[in-house]
């Protein structure tokens, strides 16, 4: 059981961290707001 949460913990984490660099592209590389690059990972995430 506990190396099940462990494994759920570490997925959450990696795809904070993912969402992060994903918003930090598009803050950096396209010259979006931060409230934009929020806004065009949601939109991602639903696509893909």
Do not use: H, N
Not at 3 to 23: C, G, M, N, P
Not at 29 to 36: A, K, V
């Amino acid at each position: 059981m506990k190396r099940k949460q462990e494994k759920e913990r570490y997925d959450r984490l990696s795809l904070k961290t993912l969402d992060w660099q994903f918003q930090q592209e598009a803050i950096e590389g396209l010259s979006c707001s931060p409230q934009e690059a929020k806004a065009l990972t949601e939109i991602v995430k639903e696509v893909f």
